[in-house]
């Protein structure tokens, strides 16, 4: 199933609880392949050991996973573009599945959403897909990144990611290649979501990706090229009852340095104290960050006539310990994503140029926001 809307009000969605999800099967300690009591799937917990290439692919022990790519794309006629594509994976509980050992059961729903962003015209264009395992029609291996629905895929080839996806006037086709080795975020293999035993996911970055191929849009195809970012992350855990939504950026700077920040919004106004970040330097070293050493404020807000969620739609992001601080504004007001034909979260997610200095200096790069919970409150559950 598909929908695609060139609706000029939409952003990117999050249903899944985490937001770091990256583990090699054969590579966990003891302590971190207990299964969960209730799903008998494993949780993120202290002591895993990162593997590569083989963390590119999927990690089925563990129920949540999510494979996302961002980017800025710049044509020969100088026209500026935004992309995202994102593959998620749910697995079914286990105790549904050991009733039918057919192969044909349903083991793994797969979702995937694709937005284009028209920076210069002001356009935004979002499609969806939703298709299980099974029956081949969606899938993701282990050991290796490839995962698809239908013709679209991300998937590895030699050291490069190569990303294929279209539908009603829009396409990219693009070969992204690393320039920084993976950023694992977080602590002892883990990015905390809460202070609760395995509130956690396993979460790693490759937050520097040179970029070319070609893009489609309105039915006209171009060559491109810029920067792209890949999350991935796994986990078992969804949001707390205290947690209503997060706010996610990753910023590419002119520096060559990366800074990726996250806030998990409470019911009571706070920010759950096990929010953070990375600071990713020039030569690849990744620092984490607490919650206490990154100020957010917000400076303007949007509102959408769709959903009718309030979002923050510009922001004032400083890092003392990093010597940065930045203003950071949406290309495009309405990059906001209604998924009712596959996750049923509504959320923005949209592609953002940062201005402000680092020690002093004048700065400026581009990056992406992700906003869930604004519409409605995080509660649903794949």
Known sequence: MNGAQNTRRRWRPAALWITGLSCALWTLQATSVEPTAATGFRTALPGYTYRFPFDHGSHDDFQTEWWYYTGHLQAADGRTFGYQLTFFRRAVAHEAVSKNPSRWALRHLYFAHFAVTDEAGRRFQFMEKISRAGI????????????????????????????????EGIAIHLRLTPEKPPVIHGAAGISRKGEGPGESSHYYSLTRLRTEGSLTYEGKTRMVSGLSWMDHEFG???LGESQIGWDWFSLQLSDATELMVYRIRRRDGTIEPASGGTWVRADGSAVPLTSAEITVDVLDHWQSPKSRGSYPARWRLAVPSADVAVEIVPTVPHQELLTHRSTQVTYWEGSVTVTGERAGRPIRGLGYVELTGYATPLRRRL
């Open 136 to 167: 081949r029609k969606a899938g993701a291996d282990t050991g290796r990144l490839a995962v698809w629905i239908d013709e679209w895929r991300a998937e590895a080839d030699g050291d490069s990611h190569v990303l294929h996806a279209q539908g």
């Open 236 to 238: 078992s855990n969804q």
